[in-house]
């Protein structure tokens, strides 16, 4: 009876006309292909919900560029709070731009699904004592303790590889994964023979490959993205390094070939879940996207952001008054209620059955390994 009165009830005592969702992804620089594919599976997502009138209003999905950087998704959060009609928030891409970001939607009581970061720290904060306001972070995506140790046992019970160099690009996402990784591969009796950072933006890395290759690694091991992913493969094949080249999700996407070129053939990366174009619950989801963007090649998150959005659509949905009736709205009311039902969310949809942990973490933990094909721009599973 609390909600319905609050619902309304409006901040300034008139009728809401719209319902915002925010996407915050990069979309420009490196990482703006990946983001701009986000976009576009949020946008389908709301477009049909706009579609099938299930709501007495419209919702409407507003982009906002983090540009990959941390500070700049500071300050993509704090515009998107100052929205008083923003009901929920679909991102970041990369951990380092939602640890900090996550804070400032929670003081605002704002609601924040990630399609894509998986440092656990994410949702961990929230059990600190200085975190500062409700648990509002929530991911549909496994995190890198599930993907890293997965790599680890992967390559060596399967391929019996012992010995490894790690590299990482220092950011949380893929230190995190690259140490997660380490960890597992030494406790069931691998070699880390080297264990390296570079930077995000590096364009040579001949010197840290060639020390590399002195120390004769069966694999290498980056935690990171894929434009250094497709540099360092492509001047590891120059300088002759026989290591077979090993990422994560970060790397997995069709853009790695344009950086790599055929370098990249053969290349063992996870993704969290099923790839998109082997999960049979995808076919519809897939059909409607080439649609709507004719052209568009599929990123490897778009489907996630596509999960993401529907997940906060359908959970809205069960707080709502059914149609035809249009209620006034009491937006902060609302953003509370909806981080309280996500809390619960039990919802069968690309990825199967999605459920959170009282951190936010999707139960939801399987990863596949697979493998670049050049020929195709394809990454066929291995498992």
């Not at 990784?181 to 840290?208: N, T």
């Not at 894929?226 to 994560?248: C, D, M, N, V």
């Not at 063992?268 to 790839?275: D, N, V």
Request: glycine share 10%; proline share 7%; net charge positive.
């Amino acid at each position: 009876m609390a909600l319905a009165m609050g619902l309304g009830l409006s901040g300034c005592g008139q009728k809401a006309q719209v319902l915002r969702i925010a996407v915050a992804m990069p979309l420009t620089g490196d990482m703006g292909t990946e983001g701009q594919g986000v976009r576009r599976a949020v946008e389908l997502a709301v477009a049909e919900i706009n579609e099938s009138k299930k709501f007495p209003f419209p919702v409407e999905a507003r982009a906002f560029d983090d540009r990959a950087d941390p500070k700049e998704a500071v300050n993509v959060a704090n515009l998107i709070i100052s929205d008083p009609q923003m009901i929920a928030v679909v991102g970041h891409y990369n951990s380092g731009c939602s640890i900090p970001a996550s804070q400032v939607y929670s003081r605002a009581g704002l609601a924040m699904v990630s399609p894509a970061s998986t440092n656990p720290k994410l949702t961990q904060q929230q059990l600190e004592s200085s975190w500062n306001g409700p648990k509002s972070v929530f991911r549909v995506v496994p995190t890198d303790d599930v993907q890293g140790s997965y790599a680890a046992e992967f390559i060596y019970r399967k391929l019996k590889f012992k010995r490894f160099a790690v590299v990482h690009d220092k950011t949380p996402y893929g230190q995190g994964l690259a140490e997660q990784f380490q960890k597992r591969f030494v406790e069931i009796g691998g070699q880390v023979l080297s264990f390296d950072g570079i930077s995000v933006g590096e364009r040579d890395f001949k010197a840290l490959l060639t020390r590399i290759k002195s120390l004769s690694p069966e694999g290498l091991y980056f935690g990171g993205l894929y434009t250094e992913a497709g540099l360092l493969i492509k001047q590891a094949k120059e300088l002759g390094l026989k290591a077979r080249f090993f990422s994560g999700d970060g790397t997995k996407t069709p853009t790695l070939f344009d950086v790599a070129g055929e370098a990249a053939d053969g290349a063992y990366l996870t993704i969290t879940g099923i790839p998109v174009e082997y999960l049979p619950t995808a076919k519809g989801f897939i059909q409607k996207y080439q649609k709507k963007f004719p052209g568009m090649e599929l990123k490897p998150f778009d489907h996630f952001g596509y999960e993401a959005t529907n997940i906060i659509l359908e959970t809205l949905a069960k707080i709502l008054p059914p149609p035809p009736q249009n209620p006034l709205t009491s937006v902060p009311t609302l953003r509370a209620a909806l981080i309280e039902k996500l809390r619960k969310t039990k919802y069968s949809g690309l990825l199967g059955l999605t459920t959170f942990d009282e951190k936010g973490d999707t139960l939801n933990k399987i990863i596949t390994m697979t493998q670049a094909r050049f020929k195709d721009r394809s990454f066929p599973p291995l498992q």
